[in-house]
């Protein structure tokens, strides 16, 4: 495995563990489509108790002096996140009609330890 591919999956696996201490619930991990790939789809309850299905983004700067991960989410790749959520859910009938919400994770610093930002409903597919 290569150093970056090592890199992505431990600050991915440290943005799923700080979710799912918050009380998310995990769904998948790593959906590769062919217009796009979602890093995480979670479950979420709002305070009245509706599900919300999740897709989180991670992104993964060691600094900040080219800007954060969360500003590299443009709507390119807004884009082809929500174009791999719509796959996500036409094969996942069970979701249908469960609301969606989009969230990055911004990671930075050490990959084995990162420092992490949950933007929730970091975008919408209304724009």
Not at 49 to 58: N, S
């Amino acid at each position: 495995m290569s150093g970056t591919r090592a890199r992505g999956d431990a600050v991915e696996q440290a943005a799923r563990s700080h979710l799912l201490d918050a009380g998310l619930e995990a769904v998948a991990a790593n959906a590769n489509y062919r217009l796009g790939e979602l890093d995480l789809v979670m479950l979420d309850r709002e305070r009245d108790g509706t599900r919300l299905l999740v897709f989180v983004e991670v992104r993964f700067r060691r600094s900040d002096s080219h800007g954060g991960g969360a500003g590299s989410v443009d709507w390119r790749k807004q884009g082809r996140i929500i174009r791999a959520a719509r796959l996500f859910l036409a094969r996942h009938p069970q979701f249908a009609q469960t609301p969606c919400r989009f969230d990055v994770v911004d990671a930075s610093g050490d990959p084995e330890s990162p420092r992490l930002e949950w933007i929730r409903d970091a975008f919408r597919v209304d724009g």
